[in-house]
């Protein structure tokens, strides 16, 4: 089952709505939450995942493209923002334990997943972004059951 959200107006404003309703649909799981984001560059990956940290409370929000990984940790939540666009071979993200960030009560935001396929959790949600600068096309595919909770939550 795959659903088709057209932004209409592209703008940052409405890929941070979609994002924080993303946040609010995850945020009672109680176990770990993997979201691919796949798109090309600047369709607004970096935007979506921003927007969703920032829902949990987070201001301050970097892109993980040099370092990988960005994580986030309160009390109530742990995020973890992967950027694989800079990785040249999959095994680079075994080097910095990527098992260890898919414990329990983990939001993982993974971009350029297809870039690290082979040693990335299996995604619980595929969000592929596409379009042009008037327009973007999101195609929300749930891979698991908790993924379907969440698109069915989604309301699209």
């Known amino acids: 089952m795959e659903f088709i959200l057209r932004l209409e107006r592209y703008t940052e404003k409405n890929i941070i709505k979609f994002a ?3 946040a609010q649909c995850t945020n009672n799981l109680i176990n770990s939450f993997v979201v691919y984001l ?5 369709a607004g990956k ?4 921003r927007g969703f940290i920032q829902w949990h ?9 040099y370092t990988l990984v960005e994580s986030y940790k309160s009390d ?7 950027d694989c666009y800079r990785i040249s071979d999959p095994e680079e993200l ?11 009560d983990n939001l993982i935001l993974i971009e ?20 042009d600068g008037k327009h973007r096309d999101m195609s929300i595919t749930p891979t698991s ?9 989604l309301d699209i």
């Open 57 to 65: 409370g987070f201001d301050r929000v970097k892109s993980p493209t």
């Open 38 to 42: 796949e798109g090309d560059l600047g």
């Open 46 to 49: 970096t935007t979506l995942a």
């Open 20 to 22: 924080h309703k993303l």
């Open 112 to 131: 350029w997943p297809e870039l690290a396929s082979r040693s990335i959790p299996k995604s619980d949600l595929i969000i592929s972004i596409s379009g």
């Open 94 to 104: 075994e080097y910095i334990g990527i098992r260890d960030y898919s414990g329990t």
């Open 145 to 153: 059951e908790p993924g379907e909770l969440v698109l069915l939550c």
């Open 76 to 82: 109530l939540v742990h995020i973890h923002h992967f």
